[in-house]
């Protein structure tokens, strides 16, 4: 069985592994699901990555598979390796690669398809992720009980992982693995279908549905994310 970290994506906080924590527990899992600081304007990946290793030193955990969502795999590489990971799993997920950020990389790009047009900023710069937009890309297969209940757990989102880049070396010698939607409105599937053979040789994992498979159906990823889990842990790593 492994030890499951999970480190939610922009705008989110830990709620949003609800249902997926009792669904990996039941299968005999462990799970941390750290709160990341991704409201803080001053955030940056290496204050993200302080706050991971934190929690799994704290809870004495050894060897993790370290689960991002979203706008969390900025945060994995550099969090696999200071956690001392066996496996990194990105789901539904940006993926860094260095030397560039995100941003940059999704202005040539164009992966994740956000409207801009439709976002608002606060005094801090931070986004406000309207109720209407997140229901639109990030809950459509959901529950209307959990889409309105992950609405009122939105939060702020600041732009540091979105612009920082990562640095020479900063994608660890970790078996990576990928988890993709195949009815992804936020990040393009057919841009993770291709980022996931170019970065780990491998195949993504697909699941039917949208942007949110931890809310939309838990029990399927937890399905998913044990044996992959499993089969990264033997994996030669490839950066």
């Known amino acids: 069985m492994s030890t499951f970290v999970l480190l939610h994506g922009g705008a989110?906080?830990?709620?949003?592994?609800?249902?997926?924590r009792p669904e990996l527990e039941r299968r005999g899992h462990r799970v941390l699901a750290p709160d990341l600081p991704f409201d803080d304007p001053a955030l940056t990946v290496a204050r993200c990555v302080e706050v991971v290793a934190?929690?799994?030193?704290?809870?004495?955990?050894t060897q993790p598979v370290l689960v991002a969502h979203s706008l969390g795999g900025t945060v994995l590489p550099q969090a696999a390796a200071a956690t001392s990971?066996?496996?990194?799993?990105?789901?539904?997920?940006?993926?860094?690669r260095e030397g560039t950020s995100v941003a940059e990389?999704?202005?040539?790009?164009?992966?994740?398809?956000?409207?801009?047009?439709?976002?608002?900023?606060?005094?801090r710069q931070r986004l406000l992720l309207p109720a209407d937009v997140a229901?639109?890309?990030?809950?459509?297969?959901?529950?209307?009980?959990?889409?309105?209940?992950?609405?009122?757990n939105l939060r702020p989102q600041a732009s540091g992982p979105l612009t920082e880049t990562l640095p020479p070396g900063g994608w660890p010698a970790i078996p990576g693995g990928y988890v993709i939607c195949s009815d992804d409105r936020l990040v393009d599937p057919a841009w993770g279908r291709k980022e996931a053979v170019a970065r780990s040789g491998r195949e993504?994992?697909?699941?039917?549905?949208?942007?949110?498979?931890?809310?939309?159906?838990p029990a399927d990823l937890a399905e998913v994310l044990g044996p992959l889990?499993?089969?990264?842990?033997?994996?030669?790593?490839r950066g």
């Open 135 to 152: 229901l639109e890309l990030f809950y459509p297969d959901c529950t209307e009980e959990v889409a309105a209940e992950a609405v009122r």
């Open 12 to 20: 989110h906080t830990a709620w949003t592994w609800t249902l997926l």
């Open 229 to 237: 889990a499993a089969r990264l842990a033997g994996a030669p790593p």
């Open 85 to 96: 990971a066996s496996a990194m799993i990105f789901l539904c997920a940006v993926v860094p």
């Open 54 to 61: 934190r929690e799994v030193d704290a809870a004495g955990v």
């Open 105 to 123: 990389r999704n202005a040539a790009e164009g992966f994740i398809r956000f409207p801009y047009d439709r976002a608002r900023f606060d005094e």
């Open 204 to 217: 993504p994992v697909e699941l039917p549905g949208s942007h949110s498979p931890m809310l939309s159906r």
